[in-house]
């Protein structure tokens, strides 16, 4: 399985970004793959949903899967099917030059041999990499 890291430090409270990424409707905004969020269970910071991702080449798949969260610490997304796909955010108080905020670090781990054979890891790694950072741009904007 491939894993992708990004992080970027942001002026805003862990709660804040939290807030954010826990509204299905925000998150689509922000993961550039991700066109759909449904929450089909859901058990105070836990759950279940299913999220429709537009894979690169415009394949589009729907895959459930369980989202465990930590009020303003953490927040993931596991799935199985079609592919092994673990989606992590972790965020960490931080200052930086006297100013309070968030370190936000961003982590995708994910296997596309299943459905896309041919995009290497190499491939995938950079792709991947550069969606990721545009993807904290539209956070830190919302």
Do not use: C
Request: glycine share 8%; charged share 25%.
């Amino acid at each position: 399985m491939k894993s992708i890291n990004q992080s970027r430090w942001m002026p805003y409270q862990s709660t804040q970004i939290y807030q954010i990424l826990t509204q299905p409707e925000k998150l689509t905004q922000i993961v550039k793959r991700i066109t759909s969020v449904t929450v089909l269970e859901r058990h105070d910071e836990s759950g279940k949903v299913r999220i429709q991702i537009d894979l690169p080449g415009g394949k589009f798949v729907d895959m459930i899967g369980q989202v465990e969260g930590e009020v303003g610490k953490k927040l993931s997304f596991t799935g199985e099917q079609p592919f092994p796909l673990q989606s992590i955010w972790e965020l960490t108080d931080d200052m930086q030059k006297g100013k309070i905020g968030t370190t936000v670090s961003y982590t995708i781990q994910i296997d596309l041999s299943p459905v896309v054979a041919f995009i290497s890891n190499l491939v995938l790694g950079g792709y991947l990499s550069a969606e990721m950072k545009k993807d904290l741009d539209k956070l830190e904007d919302l």
